[in-house]
């Protein structure tokens, strides 16, 4: 396997091509259902039309390529194109030398596609622009590493000194946390900070907020670029939410606020009062009545429900508290323009697009619909609760408790969410009978 030094990447991301050079190419990426960076290549000259076509076809499969006849992904019609569309003014730097990013909308017979998560979340955001707010985020994300054993087989990256919160050499021998940075500044890409995890060898990777399109576009742009700099140093970066059955998860965590025309936090008094407002009162409402019916989206794998577990600090109880982490929508105990919720639920297996368009939709049905908001969390939330609700236990169930939300679903788009379940109904037919071990090869080189 070809391999790069720290030095290399940093020579790669000094020396890349001008955008103007007409040797560069443009790849063009989108997310697909499955959170797969859906793509092609494209010469400049061809970029600058600022589309392509691609197959639909592209929502109809699973990762392991069964064609399924999901609404929406054209199996049963001849398996149509559609079109990826997008801004050639609007490029974005790429990690690869010569090569700009183009993050595209997908577009089917002239008009927005239903199956479009980046579309669906940009609808959400007008929902919310509709109350003269714009959504602010800011997105955790939990990683492990392996190497390769002697075997060829893939390892835990050896990190003998790693402990929460831990940097340096002993947390990263190898260095690998220097080239992800390297290149994240390299492409633009906001780093608030990186640090080892709870448990080695893991890694938290937490980006600078921002709106909400921007924060989904740069974390899914992050994500990518950190799995393809670490796999050609010979090490693979996982987003899997439960890889190891003796170690805790990995989440990925949305943190939300939201932004008002004179540029005031709406947030920025609830943790000094003691008690929400009426705002995020709404929010935390919402999110916690669709809280089955969210899971499906935001722990998309059948791997997920091993991380969504009492006492595992992930989301698993519909509840909520101030500055508590043992629920699920913890209320941050900062003030003025750093007050946010923050939603803990998810995992990186699922799109930061269509699971942000959940939370919000979720969220402004909440407070549209003057839902009753809960008590918050007094207990520890480890041994005792406040509630009995929690997420389901498993995918089937979690996707039945969306399909049974016709609410949600109605809010997020029927075709996407009749799409979506199809093709994870088909992906757990395929895990019937496997192993832990042989679910997560299943998925381990594709999150």
Same mark, same amino acid.
């Given at each position: 396997m070809n391999t790069m030094t720290p030095g290399e990447i940093a020579t790669m991301a000094q020396t890349a091509a001008p955008l103007s050079a007409e040797n560069d190419r443009v790849r063009i990426l989108f997310a697909d259902q499955l959170n797969l960076a859906r793509g092609k290549y494209v010469p400049m000259s061809e970029a600058r039309k600022g589309h392509a076509r691609m197959c639909v076809g592209t929502y109809a499969v699973t990762y392991a390529r069964t064609l399924v006849d999901a609404p929406g992904g054209g199996l049963l019609t001849g398996l149509p194109d559609m079109e990826a569309r997008f801004d050639p003014d609007d490029l974005r730097p790429g990690w690869e030398p010569g090569t700009q990013i183009a993050l595209a909308d997908m577009r089917f017979q002239g008009e927005a596609f239903a199956l479009c998560g980046r579309s669906a979340l940009q609808r959400a955001i007008a929902g919310w622009r509709a109350h003269g707010l714009e959504p602010m985020v800011g997105i955790e994300m939990e990683a492990y590493i392996f190497q390769r054993g002697a075997g060829g087989e893939w390892v835990p990256y050896d990190t003998p000194g790693a402990f929460v919160y831990g940097t340096g050499p002993f947390t990263d021998p190898a260095g690998l946390?220097?080239?992800v940075w390297a290149m994240a500044v390299r492409c633009g890409l906001p780093i608030e900070s990186i640090n080892a995890e709870f448990d080695a060898p893991q890694f938290e990777l937490t980006l600078r907020y921002a709106d909400a399109?921007?924060?989904?576009? %740069?974390?899914?742009l992050f994500r990518q670029m950190a799995r393809e700099v670490l796999i050609r140093r010979g090490y693979l970066?996982?987003?899997?939410?439960?890889p190891f059955a003796d170690k805790s998860g990995s989440g990925l965590h949305f943190n939300l606020s939201f932004t008002e025309a004179s540029g005031r936090n709406a947030f920025a008094d609830d943790a000094a009062n003691g008690a929400p407002s009426p705002l995020m009162a709404g929010c935390i409402a919402g999110l916690l009545q669709h809280h089955e019916a969210l899971a499906a989206i935001m722990a998309p794998l059948t791997n997920s429900y091993a991380r969504l577990q009492p006492a595992s600090?992930?989301?698993?109880?519909?509840n909520w508290g101030i500055d508590h982490r043992s629920v699920t929508v913890r209320v941050s105990a900062e003030t003025g323009a750093a007050a946010r919720i923050e939603h803990r639920m998810a995992d990186c297996a699922a799109s930061p697009y269509f699971a942000l368009a959940a939370m919000l939709e979720a969220a402004r049905l909440g407070f549209e619909g003057n839902y009753s908001c809960p008590a918050q969390e007094l207990n520890d939330g480890l041994?005792?609760?406040?509630?009995?609700?929690?997420?389901?236990?498993?995918?089937?169930?979690?996707? %039945?408790?969306l399909e049974a939300d016709q609410v949600l679903s109605a809010a997020l788009g029927a075709d996407m969410i009749s799409n979506y379940i199809a093709i994870k109904r088909q992906e757990v037919a395929e895990l019937d009978g496997k192993t832990d071990a042989e679910a997560v090869a299943y998925y381990l080189h594709y999150i």
């Amino acid at each position: 396997m070809n391999t790069m030094t720290p030095g290399e990447i940093a020579t790669m991301a000094q020396t890349a091509a001008p955008l103007s050079a007409e040797n560069d190419r443009v790849r063009i990426l989108f997310a697909d259902q499955l959170n797969l960076a859906r793509g092609k290549y494209v010469p400049m000259s061809e970029a600058r039309k600022g589309h392509a076509r691609m197959c639909v076809g592209t929502y109809a499969v699973t990762y392991a390529r069964t064609l399924v006849d999901a609404p929406g992904g054209g199996l049963l019609t001849g398996l149509p194109d559609m079109e990826a569309r997008f801004d050639p003014d609007d490029l974005r730097p790429g990690w690869e030398p010569g090569t700009q990013i183009a993050l595209a909308d997908m577009r089917f017979q002239g008009e927005a596609f239903a199956l479009c998560g980046r579309s669906a979340l940009q609808r959400a955001i007008a929902g919310w622009r509709a109350h003269g707010l714009e959504p602010m985020v800011g997105i955790e994300m939990e990683a492990y590493i392996f190497q390769r054993g002697a075997g060829g087989e893939w390892v835990p990256y050896d990190t003998p000194g790693a402990f929460v919160y831990g940097t340096g050499p002993f947390t990263d021998p190898a260095g690998l946390v220097d080239d992800v940075w390297a290149m994240a500044v390299r492409c633009g890409l906001p780093i608030e900070s990186i640090n080892a995890e709870f448990d080695a060898p893991q890694f938290e990777l937490t980006l600078r907020y921002a709106d909400a399109l921007r924060a989904a576009d %740069d974390a899914f742009l992050f994500r990518q670029m950190a799995r393809e700099v670490l796999i050609r140093r010979g090490y693979l970066l996982s987003f899997l939410p439960k890889p190891f059955a003796d170690k805790s998860g990995s989440g990925l965590h949305f943190n939300l606020s939201f932004t008002e025309a004179s540029g005031r936090n709406a947030f920025a008094d609830d943790a000094a009062n003691g008690a929400p407002s009426p705002l995020m009162a709404g929010c935390i409402a919402g999110l916690l009545q669709h809280h089955e019916a969210l899971a499906a989206i935001m722990a998309p794998l059948t791997n997920s429900y091993a991380r969504l577990q009492p006492a595992s600090l992930s989301g698993y109880w519909a509840n909520w508290g101030i500055d508590h982490r043992s629920v699920t929508v913890r209320v941050s105990a900062e003030t003025g323009a750093a007050a946010r919720i923050e939603h803990r639920m998810a995992d990186c297996a699922a799109s930061p697009y269509f699971a942000l368009a959940a939370m919000l939709e979720a969220a402004r049905l909440g407070f549209e619909g003057n839902y009753s908001c809960p008590a918050q969390e007094l207990n520890d939330g480890l041994e005792t609760t406040n509630t009995e609700r929690h997420t389901p236990h498993s995918l089937p169930q979690a996707l %039945d408790a969306l399909e049974a939300d016709q609410v949600l679903s109605a809010a997020l788009g029927a075709d996407m969410i009749s799409n979506y379940i199809a093709i994870k109904r088909q992906e757990v037919a395929e895990l019937d009978g496997k192993t832990d071990a042989e679910a997560v090869a299943y998925y381990l080189h594709y999150i």
